[in-house]
């Protein structure tokens, strides 16, 4: 069966066309005011609920029966929310929306994330507290240590124990820091380090606050391996070693450095045979003690002579 439409002049053809546009018309206005409102419940819609600082567990379930989809976007740890709940939605709470809306979340991780420790000994105090922080740890206790490196890392500890770069961490961990103080001002006698062990004269040096430099082995010594045969700055001045500089690191003059020779030959007359001996431990020794300010660095030789035996053992 087909309709068929006659036209016997162009009026009538205006005419149906007109009439086609009308049901045109009349079926578009039908469609966006009764049968698409029913398909997407237009001027009906439910209020976004406040998800912010609430927990995971469950939350999806619970949302999807009341009208919602939750979208995890990103998982970012922050220490002013717990473990695995919302920080922040979009759209906020409070927003009427159609049903079977999307919510779009972040959230805090499941479990506390951890962060490979740097390496900030030598860095500057200022320099470690940002790497510090910009990795989401905490700055803990602060030591001073007298060290020539003022204001500079000397190590890093965590509940007093020391931290190794390259350890991992768990974020929001406190590290305490230990600062060099400078060279301290006071003087004291320089310990005598010589004929020790390298061990008890590490014990030595830290109890007076020097710091240990550089370690070099003598395979020639007239000791046995592991002693102590010489520290650079010495313990004792010889008469005719006069220092170039005064406690303060000014220059001596001419006159100085002379008047000082004196002193220290009225003290310790030089004798060309004197200057080779060598004193054994608890031997008086009359040569003048040199001076140390905490913080100064002190470096030593010490004998990697394997065929000399240590005394105690040439007793037995």
Known sequence: MSIVIRTHSLGQVFIHI???LTLL?????????????????HNKTIIVPNLVGVNLDGLEEKLRKSGFQLVVQDTVYDKNYKLNTIIEQRPIAGTAVKEGRKIYVIITPKTTPKVKMPNLTGMSYQMAMAKIRTLQLEVGAIRFKPDIAADAVLGQEIEGRPLKPGEYVTVGTRID??????????????PELEGLTL????????????QLGHVTEDPYADEPAGIVVQQTPPARLEADKIPLYDKDGKPLTKAEREKLRKELEA???????????KYKKGE?????RNKARAGEIIDLKVSANKKIKPEQEKEE
């Open 25 to 41: 018309a009349l079926l578009i206005v039908l469609f966006f005011y009764n049968i698409l409102p029913i398909v997407t419940h």
């Open 267 to 277: 003290k310790n007359p030089t004798n060309p045979n004197e200057k080779k001996k």
């Open 284 to 288: 008086f020794d009359p040569r003048p």
């Open 18 to 20: 007109l009439i086609a």
């Open 199 to 210: 061990e008890e004269a590490k014990e030595i040096l830290e109890a007076n606050n020097l």
């Open 177 to 190: 820091l230990v600062i060099g103080s400078g060279v301290g001002d006071e003087e004291f006698d320089m």
